[in-house]
């Protein structure tokens, strides 16, 4: 046992992880497979309850890293193929089919129950050697001269410091170092809110249709609607629109007011949850499209949501997390290998992941902007691929920037025929 500034430490691993969601859990779980000594703490107890539950198939990959593979073709989850959109009038697109596309076993992913999911990724920590504590609230992540050198805890009745060359925080959207950094840098466009609930016995297509993900316009354009087909004939319904619009002058401020009033402005939706029951509250999401300024530190890391979210309309989260954990994990085993856990070595991977997510944002923001993905595709139908490549989740890939000077120039086009209208 040491003393730190005044602070015993007891049982120092190398790498300290905060949070035992997807992030933390593939963070946690890749260190200890390369033969570290990583401590995991979460704040809840498993399993609980968390929004996010459609995959894309480039998590393949890291699941496949992580061991899960097995876990989830022997689960219930109900297999996803494909994204299909809806439009404001009720008009269903082609489908976006990924193993059409991609014929490998990475383009058939799942719809997952995320309590279900998320334990299963923290068991699969627990088995490849991760020091898991659920119920271990972290108070403070400890610095000593600019470097995390460890965090306070509240575990039981008792309270202790635990040192480690790293700590990873990976607590999702209220992460302990970014709020105390300052990092936090609030998207200046993705100003959405999003409101859900679940529904038992909602229509659902048949074949490989039965699991697609779909995007269901409200007729005003203003925001739209997610559906998610899940186990036990459970459908995910929720609306995302910007904050002011959901929830700022309404007759109602109650939540299944507002529900129902954007149900009704979704022609994609209203027959589909017409005979179902509802069979959870309403929950509230807002203002959720943030990323920190660094990635990483003087011994300290960010993963997951701790780093920034972008937006649930391609499903991107699941894979932003499993894609951040692992990269992090990598420069951690790397610096920890040479004796460096300084921000420049720690941080390596994230201007690389960084162009992902905006490649993924770019095609968020053109969604919310109207362009007119079906038009795009017939006029350029050699660069569907690329479309279909960033709805799978091929982010970390330049080849996919083909479609931006045909996107720019398609948006001059638009802009030119408003302007040179008749008024």
């Known amino acids: ?50 929004i996010g539950e459609s995959l894309i198939p480039e998590t393949f990959w890291v699941l496949e890293r992580l061991g899960v593979l097995p876990h989830l073709r022997e689960s219930r989850f109900v297999r996803k193929e494909s ?46 050697g991760v020091e ?16 995390a050198v460890g965090v306070n805890l509240a575990e039981g009745e008792g ?18 170092i970014q709020d105390r950094l300052g990092l936090r840098q609030w998207d200046p466009d993705l100003k959405k809110a999003a409101l859900w609930t679940y529904w038992k016995g909602a229509k659902r297509d048949a074949g490989r249709d039965e699991g697609a993900t779909l995007v269901m316009q409200l007729d005003n ?61 309403y929950r ?23 780093y920034g979210f972008l937006d649930p309309l391609y499903s991107s989260g699941i894979l932003l997390a499993l894609q ?27 201007p690389a992941f960084n162009e992902g997510m905006d490649r993924m944002r770019r095609l968020v923001c053109e969604f919310y902007d109207g362009f007119n993905f079906g038009k795009f595709v017939r006029k350029h139908p050699d660069l569907k691929g690329h479309i279909t490549d960033m709805l799978i989740g091929d982010l970390f890939n330049d080849r996919v920037d083909a479609i931006v000077a045909p996107m720019d120039a398609m948006r001059a086009e638009v802009a030119a025929m408003m302007t040179s209208a008749p008024e």
Not at 17 to 34: E, F, Y
Not at 98 to 107: I, T, Y
């Open 1 to 50: 046992m040491v003393s730190l500034n005044g602070n015993q430490v007891t049982n120092r691993p190398h790498v300290v992880v905060i949070g035992g969601g997807p992030a933390g859990a593939t963070t946690s779980t890749l260190l200890a497979k390369q033969g570290h000594r990583v401590t995991l703490y979460e704040r809840e107890t498993f399993p609980r309850y968390h």
């Open 83 to 128: 994204v299909q959109f809806v439009t404001g009038t009720g008009k269903l697109s082609e489908p976006f089919y990924f193993p059409d596309h991609k014929p490998h076993e990475s383009s058939r992913t799942w719809q997952v129950l995320r309590s279900e999911f998320d334990s299963m990724m923290l068991d699969n920590a627990r088995a490849s």
């Open 132 to 147: 898991v504590h659920e119920g271990a609230r972290v108070l403070e992540v400890v610095f000593d001269g600019g470097r």
């Open 159 to 176: 309270k202790r410091f635990v040192a480690a060359d790293v700590v990873v925080d990976a607590a999702g959207q209220g992460g302990l």
């Open 221 to 281: 354009k203003l925001g739209w609607f997610w559906y998610i087909p899940l186990q036990d004939d459970v459908v995910s319904v929720g609306v995302v629109g910007p904050f002011d619009y959901l929830f700022k002058n309404r007759e109602s401020k109650d939540p299944e007011a507002i529900y129902a009033e954007e149900v009704a402005r979704c022609p994609g939706v209203i027959p589909r949850i017409a005979a179902a029951e509802r069979v959870a509250p």
């Open 284 to 306: 509230v999401a807002k203002e959720y499209s943030y990323r920190s300024r660094e990635v990483a530190g003087d011994g300290w890391v960010l993963v997951g949501d701790a």
């Open 324 to 350: 951040s954990g692992a990269l992090a994990a990598d420069a951690i085993h790397e610096g920890i290998g040479v004796g460096d856990t300084s921000a420049a070595r720690l941080g390596t991977w994230g």
